[in-house]
Nanobody
Framework: QVQVVESGGGLVQAGGSLRLSCVAS????????IGWYRQVPGNQRESVAI???????NYADSVKGRFTISRDNAKNTVYLQMNSLKPEDTAVYYC?????????????WGQGTQVTVSS
């Protein structure tokens, strides 16, 4: 059974940093694409950063220069390093992984992790 589990959220002061982790477990061949999203209650989920199979990463304008996606293929783990955090970054953060299982690719979402940035 494949699972995607997030961790790393928490409370941080403005200007601080957090690193979110997203671990995929189970019979996975590879991680084809990575997406990090966030959602504030009452708002739509928005894209923060997306890495496609070609390793090109697109960041939302609001996080460019502050957030960075990285990955450890050996651990089937992806990260979102968030620096210079602002109160407006407060949201529930979700990872979305496109996992290659056998000969097919499937999309999995993490359970979400709360990030709260105090001013």
């Amino acid at each position: 059974q494949v699972q995607v589990v997030e961790s790393g959220g928490g409370l941080v002061q403005a200007g601080g940093s957090l690193r979110l982790s997203c671990v995929a477990s189970g019979s996975i061949s590879s991680i084809e694409a990575i997406g990090w999203y966030r959602q504030v209650p009452g708002n739509q989920r928005e894209s923060v950063a997306i890495t496609t199979g070609g390793s090109r990463t697109n960041y939302a304008d609001s996080v460019k220069g502050r957030f960075t996606i990285s990955r450890d293929n050996a651990k089937n783990t992806v990260y979102l390093q968030m620096n210079s955090l602002k109160p407006e970054d407060t949201a529930v953060y979700y990872c979305n992984l496109h996992l290659v299982i056998g000969t097919k690719t499937y999309s999995y979402w993490g359970q979400g992790t709360q990030v709260t940035v105090s001013s």
